[in-house]
């Protein structure tokens, strides 16, 4: 049983995590429920994360205590995003993929997940960010000081 105590650390990822972010991400996946696309989805993971990793305009964050990986967070500088096009700096950050291992929940990995995400964006000038929360991460993002927008999805 791990200690949900144990200290942790921040790091960004490289090329050579790729194994352990997408077996981390497809946990997330499994973990959110069954979307009819998830196989879809789990097909081009691999891919997408090979991207992210040597992207400059993506940051990977991972959380390690006692050598091991237990968090990842995506931070993603978005350009020109419609959201901002009225705005002087059509920038914007967004955070994807933040998933804590269960047992390190409620320790605060995810918060300090989360402040290297938005730390990344402040460190580039960027002034706002977003995400997309699952239901049951809605309050952990509030209580970070983030606020619902009009955004609402429909499958065509």
């Given at each position: 049983?791990?200690?949900?105590?144990?200290?942790?650390?921040?790091?960004?990822?490289?090329?050579?995590?790729?194994?352990?972010?997408?077996?981390?991400?497809?946990?997330?996946?499994?973990?959110?429920?069954?979307?009819?696309?998830?196989?879809?989805?789990?097909?081009?993971?691999?891919?997408?994360?090979?991207?992210?990793?040597?992207?400059?305009?993506?940051?990977?964050?991972?959380?390690?205590?006692?050598?091991v990986?237990?968090?990842?967070?995506?931070?993603?500088?978005?350009?020109?995003?419609?959201?901002?096009?009225?705005r002087?700096?059509?920038?914007?950050?967004?955070?994807?993929?933040?998933?804590?291992?269960?047992a390190?929940?409620?320790?605060?990995?995810?918060?300090?997940?989360?402040?290297a995400?938005?730390?990344w964006?402040?460190?580039?000038?960027?002034?706002?960010?977003?995400?997309?929360?699952?239901?049951?991460?809605?309050?952990?993002?509030?209580?970070?000081?983030?606020?619902p927008?009009?955004?609402?999805l429909?499958?065509?």
């Amino acid at each position: 049983m791990t200690d949900i105590r144990s200290p942790f650390t921040l790091r960004a990822a490289t090329p050579a995590d790729l194994a352990v972010v997408v077996a981390l991400i497809e946990e997330l996946i499994v973990e959110l429920g069954p979307i009819e696309a998830a196989e879809e989805i789990r097909s081009r993971l691999e891919g997408d994360i090979v991207t992210a990793l040597a992207a400059a305009e993506v940051r990977v964050f991972l959380a390690e205590a006692d050598g091991v990986v237990i968090g990842v967070g995506r931070a993603d500088l978005l350009t020109g995003d419609p959201i901002f096009r009225l705005r002087a700096d059509q920038r914007c950050g967004y955070v994807d993929q933040m998933y804590v291992s269960p047992a390190y929940r409620q320790a605060g990995v995810g918060r300090a997940l989360l402040a290297a995400c938005e730390d990344w964006f402040r460190s580039l000038g960027v002034t706002y960010c977003l995400l997309h929360a699952a239901p049951r991460a809605v309050d952990f993002y509030a209580r970070a000081g983030y606020v619902p927008n009009r955004e609402m999805l429909r499958r065509l």
